[in-house]
């Protein structure tokens, strides 16, 4: 079982940087594919970033590359986001998720094991 708890969501004027931190409990955090997704009002839930467990491979939305880099801290057992350029149009709730699953992180929601609450990004224009 792992709890995940995302932390850094607030309001930031467009063109600016935030940096998302998500606290992932349990011994066996180095071996979790570890994901973030968003969601706006009235829409579905979105990919975002994905990085393998062991961190050499990271995955981007076509939306958020070059502006959006994901790592993690297997040490700390936390995952982060760094969101740069920021466009009103990041507006969302922006979720932690984990899968212990042996293979490729994947963009459907319904692959992956855990989430966290969500926090909430607002980017005015």
């Known amino acids: 079982q792992v709890q995940l708890v995302e932390s850094g969501g607030g309001l930031v004027q467009a063109g600016g940087s935030l940096r998302l931190s998500c606290a992932a409990s349990?011994?066996?955090?180095?071996?979790?594919?570890m994901g973030w997704f968003r969601q706006a009002p009235g829409k579905e839930r979105e990919f975002v970033a994905a990085?393998?467990?062991?961190?050499?491979?990271?995955y981007y939305a076509v939306s958020v590359k070059g502006r959006f880099t994901i790592s993690r801290d297997n040490a700390k057992n936390t995952v982060f986001l760094q969101m740069n350029s920021l466009k009103p149009e990041d507006t969302a709730v922006y979720y932690c998720?984990?899968?212990?699953?042996?293979?490729?992180?994947?963009?459907?929601?319904?692959?992956?094991?855990?989430w966290g609450q969500g926090t909430q990004i607002t980017v005015s224009s």
């Open positions: 349990g011994r066996t955090f180095s071996s979790y594919a």
């Open positions: 998720s984990a899968a212990s699953r042996n293979a490729s992180p994947r963009s459907e929601p319904g692959w992956w094991d855990y």
């Open positions: 990085i393998s467990w062991g961190g050499g491979n990271t």
